[in-house]
Every structure is written in C-alpha cells, then in structure tokens.
C-alpha cells in the first residue's frame, strides 16, 4: 500500500520559513513523481510545486517561484518542501501526492494517494 503522510506546519509570521516533509512508507519514493498540491479556504487546490521521478526535474507556480524549493532526501524516503518568505496568501493545507507521468506537472487532478495534509497557517 503506497502512503504519503506530511508533517512541518504550523503558524508563521508573514516573511517567515517552514519546511514541509513528506514521508512515504510500502515504496521507494525516489522513482515517483512527487507533487506538493496546497488548497486554500474556499479554493480549488492548486499545484505549488512538483519533482519528477528519475530525472527530478522540478516545476515551481508562479505563485511560489523563487520562495518555495523542493528536494528529496532518498536516504529517508522524503521530499522536502522549503517555503521562504511566506505570505498570508500561502495560507492552505498542503499534500504531497503521487503523479501520473514520469514528468511532473502541476495540474492536482494528475496526482493520486494524496497524503493527510498539513496546515500551514501565515499571519501576524
């Protein structure tokens, strides 16, 4: 059974830093496409950032570029995701997910076994 579970949010003061960390447990996750997927109060959810498999070619929103970076640490079967520079607009719950194709793209409705979620929450 492929699981996803997240963990790293929180409440931040805007300008802040949070690193997110998405555990998988019954496969190696450094063959799969990961994407973290985040969904604000009364939004649709939106695809924040995405590594694939393999090559680990990354994508970032527009929203997110040049704040937001993704990793993986294959050692501990987890992708990362560092978030700088936070706004309120970050505000949402934030999954990691399993993708579809071997390139990530950032479309949530190409990603399946999502995780629990984990809230993050930028406010003074």
């Known amino acids: 059974q492929l699981e996803l579970v997240e963990s790293g949010g929180g409440l931040v003061q805007p300008g802040g830093s949070l690193r997110l960390s998405c555990t998988a447990s019954?496969?190696?996750?450094?063959?799969?496409?990961i994407g973290w997927i985040r969904q604000a109060p009364g939004k649709e959810p939106e695809g924040a950032a995405c590594l694939s498999g393999g090559n680990g070619i990354r994508f970032y929103a527009d929203s997110v570029k040049g704040r937001f970076t993704i990793s993986r640490d294959n050692a501990k079967n987890t992708v990362f995701l560092q978030m700088n520079s936070l706004k309120p607009e970050d505000t949402a719950v934030y999954y990691c997910?399993?993708?579809?194709?071997?390139?990530?793209?950032?479309?949530?409705?190409?990603?399946?076994?999502w995780g629990q979620g984990t809230q993050v929450t930028v406010s003074s």
């Open positions: 997910a399993i993708g579809h194709r071997e390139l990530c793209v950032l479309y949530p409705q190409e990603y399946d076994s």
């Open positions: 019954g496969f190696t996750l450094d063959l799969y496409t």
